[in-house]
């Protein structure tokens, strides 16, 4: 048996001093993946040497050791010990839209991570959902990425979560997004159908068009307000994924030639988010992004309800940032706190 190193720290109780716990509960729709395969879609910015380097380094689940292959199961609950690091701040509010014994539905702030990341573990929304409710209360059925706002549908259940995960996989799940994209399309309604494949030379957790590897994707989208702002055009859609890829809507309008208003990673430059991460992205390029954030929210979402199964349907209003840069009023310009991932 190999020697523990004396820099790594002993994996039972709580995390000593200057180290932190990621704590992680496994959701019914993730039974029988490897371990490793889980936490890469956890932990997105991570590649798999480094994950499997962080679980031979030590996962504590009931006092013993994981490996990368290992399966996991629902419930599964385990930690990733790590040095700890200063934490961005991040937004505490967590507005609750409906709730009943099967779900919690969430109005999500931008800037808000779901789950623990390598940079984000207490502030997100996991970790405020067990802070103020406790360990089993819900657990999100679905991801939305950082930037973006919106509803998140939280599972009360272990039936609950496993029939959402299905509902969502199966596309039963009806979303309507309201998006701010720059330029005004000449159309009223358009729609974007473009093969999406993983990973680009330069960002590997970012998507690309790919017509030879990539999967189907298709997205709707309805003009709802063409406006101007300091001279620019810019435009309010509604966008209806009828697919369900990663970064999706983000990449279809940056096909189309309306990248969305704020977005460093599909938006006008493809440098901008690399200088982002590495948070020497220059003034004149927060300029030009005209938002700290990217203009996507998840306005409306609609699916059978996993106890009765009749269809329920939840909306939530576009939020005062993005209502205040179609207005014309003054918006902040350049990073926020904490901010170092799209």
Not at 66 to 90: H, M, N, Q, W
Not at 188 to 193: A, K, L, Q
Not at 210 to 237: H, I, Y
Request: aromatic share 8%.
């Amino acid at each position: 048996m190999r020697e523990q190193r004396e820099d790594t720290p002993t994996i039972s109780g709580e995390a000593p001093e200057g180290y932190v716990d990621i704590r992680f509960v496994v959701e019914p729709n993730y039974a029988g993946w490897r371990l490793d395969r889980y936490l890469s879609e956890k932990i997105r910015r991570l590649t798999r040497e480094r994950l499997h380097g962080i679980i031979q380094r030590g996962v504590l689940c009931e006092e013993r050791r994981l490996k990368p292959s290992t399966p996991v199961y629902p419930g599964l609950s385990f930690r990733i010990r790590r040095p700890a690091s200063a934490e961005p701040d991040t937004p505490t509010g967590l507005p609750a839209v409906f709730q009943d014994d099967w779900l919690l539905v969430l109005d999500k702030p931008a800037g808000l991570p779901i789950h623990p990341t390598a940079r984000y573990h207490k502030g997100t929304l996991v970790s405020l959902l067990r802070e103020r409710f406790g360990e089993a209360f819900a657990e999100p059925a679905h991801r939305l990425d950082r930037e973006t706002s919106g509803l998140v549908v939280c599972g009360r259940t272990t039936e609950s979560c496993r029939v959402l995960g299905r509902l969502f996989v199966s596309r039963d799940v009806h979303k309507e997004y309201l998006a701010v994209c720059e330029g005004h399309p000449p159309e009223d309604t358009f729609h974007v159908d473009a093969p999406i494949a993983e990973g680009t030379e330069l960002i590997r957790i970012a998507v690309r068009i790919d017509s030879v590897v990539g999967k189907e994707s298709r997205t709707r989208f309805q003009v709802l307000q063409r406006f101007t702002r300091e001279g620019e055009p810019f435009a309010l859609l509604r966008c209806y994924p009828e697919t369900g890829r990663q970064h999706q809507i983000r990449i279809h309008l940056r096909e189309a030639g309306f990248p969305l208003v704020g977005d460093k990673m599909y938006g006008p430059d493809p440098g901008y988010f690399d200088r982002f991460s590495k948070h020497c992205l220059e003034p004149e390029a927060w300029v030009r992004l005209r938002l700290p954030r990217h203009a996507l929210h998840a306005a409306r979402i609609s699916f059978p309800h996993p106890g009765t199964g009749e269809t329920v349907t939840f909306d939530s209003p576009l939020p005062e940032d993005l209502q205040d840069f179609i207005a014309g009023r003054p918006v902040a310009v350049g990073p926020t706190a904490g901010e170092d991932a799209a």
